[in-house]
Every structure is written in C-alpha cells, then in structure tokens.
C-alpha cells in the first residue's frame, strides 16, 4: 500500500504519517468534485472565479514560511529555494487571475458566406484529475491548477507519497480563499485507486508530471478510457555553446542549469554540447565550477541518491569518465561530471535526476544539434552564442519544446511549459496552459 509520510531526506528518517485513502475516500473524492462542478463550472462567473484565484496567490504569500518548510522537509529544498518556488506559484495564480476573462473571451468567426455569427466558446469541461510529483511540490501544483480552477473545472489532486504535508496545506489554502467543497479535492491514493480514478466516467481529463514510466502507465489507462490526458515527463535537456564572448560566465550559466534543485529537474541543463574550440576551457572551468559546488548535495530521498549511483556507476563501467570529489552518504550525492560518453554507454540516452553533468564535443554547430537531438526526449533546451543568426538557426533545428537562447532560469508564468518526443505532450502555463482542457465550442447562428 502507498505510504504518505515526510521522511527526514538524509537519513530516511520516519517523521509524520498520513493515513492512504480507503475505497470509500476515494469515491466521495470524486462524488464531492462532480458535484461542486454543477455549480462551479456551470454557474459562476469567470470573474467570480479569477477573485477567488487571486486569493489563493495572497494565500500563498502569506504563509510562504509555513509551506516552504513542508517542502524542506518533505524533500531536502533548502528554505529559501523553497521559499522562491512559493512566491513563483502565487505568481502563476495572479497570473491566469489577472487574465482569464481575456483568455477565455468568446472568438468570433469570420464568416465566409451566408448570413448570422459564428463563435467559439471556451467553456470547462468538468472534473479533472492531477498527479503532482515531489521535486517541485507547490509549483507544479499551482501550473495545473490555477488555469483549470479559473476555467470552471474542478479538481482531484493526487500528490507524491513524500509530499504529504504540503498537499494538506494548498487544500486548506483554497478552501480558506472561499473556493466551494470539492472545487479542490486532495487524496491521498494509491497507483491501483489512480488508476481507477481516471477510468471514472465523471473525470474529464487527467493530468501527470512525472517519470516517463508514470507517464506511460496514465496514458495507457487513458487512452483506454478516450479521457485526454496531458504529461509533463522527463528531460535530458541539451546546453549547447557555440561561441561566447564571456566565458566565465557561460561556465557559471551552465553551473547554474545543472545544479538548480540538486539537479532534480525535468528542464535542467543535463547534456552539454560544446564546440571544439571551446571544449578544452569549458571543460576546464565548468568541472572546476561544478566540484567547488560542495563535497555533495543533498537528494530528495535516499532511494533517488542510489538510483543516481547506480546509473554514474553502470556509465564509468562503459567507459565513461568521471571527475567529482566527496564520497556518497545517504541522501547526499558528490556533484560530478561525465565525459567520454559515448553512444554505446547506458548513460548517453538517460536522464540523470541529479548534480551529474554530462560532457560532449562537437565538431562544430551542424554536429552540435546532431548531438543535441540525438535523445529520446526533447522537453527543454538552451542556446549560448553571440550570433544572433545563429541562435535562431540552432532554435528551428532543436527538436525541445523549449528553447532559451543566452539564458538559465528565465521561466515564467506567462512562458508556455511542455515538450515533445518521451517528453510528453501537452502544454502548462501562459495562454496556452489554459487551453488544454476546455471545451471549445463553436456557436454558429443565422439570424
């Protein structure tokens, strides 16, 4: 059975227990979500909605310090990288708050013959399902729910077995917005209650950030079922340097994008793709930047620091080069960086969640992108050189769903989130974070 409990990440340490859903939780879950939609979706205003909405944003901020130590300790982030990911989401709720009247206008139609109106109406769809994951548990929350609660939907959130204590503190922060019983659902399900969840004919849609495996399993159910589902998944995110009139601080760009989160992130920089004539002095200074980082940095969980050993040991078995310093304990994993790794090595096609950099030479930019593309994933990737020409040349030829030219940590709420190929599909935050799912329907009347 799925446990619920915050664990000391270091030590794995039992701190607080919560208790899982039994069958009975699970259907009043459920039952509660569809039956706030009939008024919820179906009656309220969208500025009604985008009140409440913006409560939850002042919500968040006032009781910053209270969530940002759930999250460190449900999952090691330090309190004021956590306190930063709180501010982040309040931001995202001000801004489908401050902007869904506009987002969800009617669209009128041009007409090309006949006579009368034609509109598109965006309306809500009805219950949806969310499956959160642990590294960013307040944030990935507020990207799916704060488009879909402003757009009428309701919501069943399922979050990570590690993050049960920031999951009861949101629940609590909507219901104190004023936002309906079951607008906002948290449940603390096991995989087998998920799975029968999204096969429910009341949910609409259901949406997962998470591993590729995770991802896979809730696409499969939902496909069976014809529910849409959007996934945020995995990444193993190319850095690409092609020229650089500033070196040292490409370096600690690329420093920046690998170790942000202990490198536990989809969209972190995790492959650098660098051009022969800089190689050598990237090289030099990055692994230096990277090893001055700290001895190691402390991982979500005990298990996920010996998932990440197991994948740098099987990569210096193939041949792979490795250069850190420190020694693993527990939770704590040594930063390092990987070079000579070929494409035979188990290494080159994985995603390493975690301080772990990977090194590559290119030839020049053609071989740059070749290697850049050359992944099965393709979530988000960043472009360093001085030629603008360039940057736009390489931007096209990058199979991401993101690209940031000259920058590391430029997200924001009005940037669109999402990837292609084993990235998933599917869109969060800006404009179209909050067309996903909603039923565009089209109003056609001759008069």
Not at 160 to 166: I, L
Not at 169 to 196: K, M, S
Request: aromatic letters at 8%.
């Amino acid at each position: 059975m799925t446990e619920y409990a915050v664990r000391n990440p270091a030590t794995g340490e039992l701190v607080e227990t919560y208790p899982t859903a039994t069958d009975a939780d699970v259907a009043a879950a459920v039952a509660a979500a569809t039956a706030a939609y009939d008024t919820w979706g179906r009656t309220s205003t969208v500025a009604d909605r985008a009140a409440l909405l913006a409560r939850v944003a002042e919500l968040h901020r006032e009781r910053r310090d209270e969530l940002a130590t759930a999250i460190h300790e449900e999952m090691g982030k330090p309190l004021a990288s956590a306190a930063g990911e709180v501010v982040f989401s309040a931001s995202i709720y001000d801004f489908y708050a401050e902007r869904a009247e506009r987002f969800l206008a009617d669209e009128a139609i041009d007409l090309l013959g006949g006579e009368g109106t034609a509109v598109v109406r965006r309306s809500s769809v009805g219950p949806l399902l969310g499956i959160m994951p642990w590294n960013y548990p307040v944030y990935q929350v507020a990207r799916f729910a704060g488009p879909n609660l402003v757009t009428g939907n309701t919501i069943v959130l399922k979050h990570a077995p590690q993050c049960p204590r920031s999951a009861a503190l949101q629940e609590q922060i909507f219901r104190d917005a004023g936002f309906p019983d079951g607008a906002y659902v948290n449940l603390y399900a096991t995989n087998e209650q998920i799975a029968d969840v999204i096969a429910d004919p009341r949910i609409q849609g259901v949406s997962l950030t998470g591993s590729e495996r995770a991802g896979a399993a809730v696409a499969e159910i939902a496909g069976r079922h014809l529910k849409k589902c959007v996934l945020e998944l995995g990444g193993s995110d190319p850095f690409v340097l092609l020229s650089a009139d500033d070196l040292d601080a490409t370096v600690e760009a690329a420093a920046n994008a690998r170790l942000s989160n202990a490198g536990q992130a989809c969209n972190a920089g995790k492959r650098f793709v660098v051009v022969d004539e800089l190689y050598d002095a990237f090289i030099e200074r990055f692994t230096a930047r990277i090893l001055e980082s700290g001895a190691s940095l402390a991982l979500s969980s005990v298990a996920a620091a010996d998932g990440l050993a197991a994948q740098v040991d099987a990569a210096v078995a193939a041949g792979a080069t490795l250069a850190t310093e420190g020694e693993r304990s527990g939770a704590f994993f040594p930063a390092g960086v990987l070079t000579e790794v070929t494409t035979e090595n188990p290494a080159y096609h994985q995603e390493l969640f975690g301080p772990v950099a990977m090194v590559f030479r290119a030839a020049d930019e053609a071989d740059a992108v070749r290697i850049a593309n050359d992944t099965p994933y393709g979530l988000g990737s960043y472009v360093y050189t001085t030629d603008p020409e360039q940057a736009a040349r390489v931007a096209d030829a990058l199979d991401t769903g993101m690209v940031f030219v000259n920058a590391v940590g430029a997200e924001a709420a009005e940037l669109p989130f999402g990837g292609v190929k084993r990235s998933g599909f599917g869109r969060e935050l800006g404009r179209y974070g909050i067309e996903e799912f909603v039923n565009k329907k089209m109003i056609r009347t001759v008069r």
